[in-house]
């Protein structure tokens, strides 16, 4: 009778001593996890702040590399002529050349373009873009026009002059004042480098002006 109880008794004691086992293993899984999962999560979140900072400092040296493609010029001249030979001078205080586009960002414009003798019809802004390219200035706001063929002194928000044809023109409305006297308009547009300008209104304005007859009589 006693070999089944020595039997039971090796039994209960390898079971006891197998739960034992096991709870050690799973004491030092806790005991290891617990050690390592702050590793990991500062490791995670080291690497989150670290591709935060790269990605930041990459931005940045983009952002470097493209403005040092870009040439800056202090008080630039550019020179040309029209398609008829008249010659134009594009000044400006600062200008900043895109390398994508080829165009000239312009500080304080200022332009002459030249009718022969002493007729030199003026332009001065703000700002601007110089389209070597497409043969086109830009400029803006603040623009005003003294214009050489007909005295007359333009103020507009905004003049575009085709460098090729010599045309200035302008759709954001225009002030004007001469000999001839005054005028107030939506859009205008000086032919010829001022022998001929023509006003224009927009639908539901006027062009609207007085005329002073000494004025005409010159």
């Known amino acids: 009778m006693s070999e089944p109880l020595d039997t039971r008794k090796a039994e209960d004691e390898a079971r006891v001593a197998a739960t034992a086992a096991a709870f050690r293993s799973r004491s030092r899984r806790v005991q290891l996890a617990r050690r390592v999962l702050p590793v990991i999560i500062i490791a995670l979140a080291g690497g989150t702040v670290s591709w935060i900072v790269l990605r930041t400092v990459m931005s940045d040296v983009e952002r470097k590399a493209g403005a040092s493609r870009e040439v800056r010029l202090d008080d630039p001249m550019f020179h040309g002529q029209d398609a008829q030979g008249r010659s134009f001078?594009?000044?400006?205080?600062?200008?900043?050349?895109?390398?994508?586009?080829?165009?000239?960002?312009?500080?304080?414009?200022?332009?002459?373009?030249?009718?022969?003798?002493?007729?030199?019809?003026?332009?001065?802004?703000?700002?601007?873009?110089?389209?070597?390219?497409?043969?086109?200035?830009?400029?803006?706001?603040?623009?005003?026009?003294?214009?050489?063929?007909?005295?007359?002194?333009?103020?507009?928000?905004?003049?575009?002059?085709?460098?090729?044809?010599?045309?200035?023109?302008?759709?954001?409305?225009?002030?004007?004042?001469?000999?001839?006297?005054?005028?107030?308009?939506?859009?205008?547009?000086?032919?010829?480098?001022?022998?001929?300008?023509?006003?224009?209104?927009?639908?539901?304005?006027?062009?609207?002006?007085?005329?002073?007859?000494?004025?005409?009589?010159q």
Do not use: C, H, W
């Open 89 to 217: 001078v594009i000044g400006a205080k600062g200008a900043v050349r895109d390398a994508e586009t080829g165009q000239f960002r312009l500080v304080g414009p200022a332009l002459r373009l030249n009718l022969g003798g002493r007729k030199v019809t003026t332009l001065t802004a703000d700002g601007g873009v110089y389209n070597e390219a497409g043969r086109t200035v830009t400029i803006g706001p603040n623009v005003r026009i003294q214009d050489g063929g007909s005295g007359m002194t333009l103020v507009t928000p905004e003049a575009v002059v085709d460098t090729s044809t010599g045309v200035i023109t302008g759709d954001k409305g225009v002030r004007g004042s001469g000999p001839l006297g005054t005028i107030n308009a939506s859009s205008y547009a000086i032919y010829e480098q001022g022998e001929r300008i023509v006003f224009s209104s927009s639908e539901g304005n006027k062009v609207r002006g007085t005329l002073n007859p000494a004025g005409s009589n």
